[in-house]
């Protein structure tokens, strides 16, 4: 009798251990997890991107509004320039026109690697870049960054130092993404001490059509809508 | 953010010991035994008590009430600005169909077949149309790893945009033709960065795990990401910290439209030579 109570009373001493253990292991496991949850900092960082996301998307549905009711309401020659205006616009966001506005300069004279490149030209379209060209080349979104035994390689050319971005775009936010505190630019002179890292706005930048705006070989599209 | 383990070896067994021979113990009186009893139920609530005590503050300790819940309105505040994020995408998409439709209608003109055919090309080209064929798909997820040892870095363990950027870069540089991540379509005006430890794709918030859709000549693609002169450093965190990276091949992947905006309000086209036809 004596014996089965102290089994008994073992068992549940196990039994609660093991949960006990259970739920410490469980908690270890959301270690990631509670990384990822955002700090007070974050949350108004990414209230504001959302705010300014959101400002640029209803734009955008003005615009196709716009663009939607003006084709209901013209015909013939108006329908062609709106057609013809369209197009003109896909292609400067392709690369297969030469493009032509303000913007900002940037020259990197340090042998930067590769990944830098990649970075700084993820800076600048998130700084609203609307056409990009590094050492006189046009980038297109598949535009890749490799590297040659050392050397950077841009759409299959090898480039090298200083590294000029030409960016078309508002020349203000441009600059100031550029050249803010603690951001890329600093973080990659820090980085490269001996480097020279240079911005300037220019009135009128001319990037030239990209050298290769292949068509597509494999990907079909799903429907005439878009 | 580390949970203190209070080892439990030891001191429990010690304590187990104890209260078994207090339960087992030698034939006292029948007061002593249930005192005995008592206190082989008190050590243990004790015990108990300490390792509830253990699992409480490994919680992440909150700041106090107030911030805790300007944490809750701020929350609450990016759910509303996502719901119209994700209102607006669906207009931009609703309203990108209905331009097709009349767009399409307009290249029945004659003279305007030609310059709506390449339209129909540029917007292919520029990812506001969804595309599909062969390619590969490629998760990318948090290390598996359950307990990160307290000399380590925890972000080393999770994925971040510096990453997803270079899958990208390398999948681009085999000759990918459509890219989405997590159902954000890669463009031009895409950017993949960080808040925090968020990471916005098209200033969309994304979350682990990443599901590359990818069309492509499959076998470029998977043989790119698996060379191991590529992807090095996210390759490195796979082998040493369990950061979860797989590839699949597929015959058919269905990449969807990008349905942001596309501002173009400083850059003027110049005319190309390339050029064909155009209004009349």
Known sequence: MKVRSAQLLLSAVCLVFGVLLM?????????????????????????????????????????????????????GAARAAQLAADLQKFRIVNGSVPAVGPGVELSVDAEIRPEDIQDLINELRNAGAEALALNGQRLTVRSAVTSDHGAVVVNNRKLIAPYVFSAVGAPDTLERALTRKGGLVSYLQTTYPEGRFSVSRSDKLTLPVAETTSAFQLAVPDNKTG | MSAPVVAPGATIDAHLGRLGHALRGPRRGFDLRIRRGTLGLTLLAVILGVYLAAQWQSRPRPVGAAPEYRREVAAQTIERLEAEQADLKRQIADLRAQLGARQAATAAQPDLAELSAELDEAKLLAGTVAVHGPGIRVLLDDSAVRTIPPKDDPAMYIVHDYQLRDVVNALWAAGAEAISINGERIVAPTSIYCVGSTILVNDTRTSPAYEFLVVGDPARLDAALADSANLKALKGRVKSYGLQFSTQRLKDVSVPAYVGGLDVRHALGVDAPSTRGGAR
Do not use: H, P
């Not at chain 1, 959301?30 to 734009?59: H, M």
């Open chain 1, 23 to 75: 739920v410490q292991f469980r908690t270890q496991g959301k270690i990631a997890k509670q990384l990822v949850a955002e700090s007070s900092a974050d949350q108004a960082q990414i209230i504001a991107n959302l705010y300014d996301a959101n400002v640029a998307l209803r734009k955008e549905v003005d615009r196709l509004e716009r663009q939607v009711r003006e084709n209901d309401e013209t015909s």
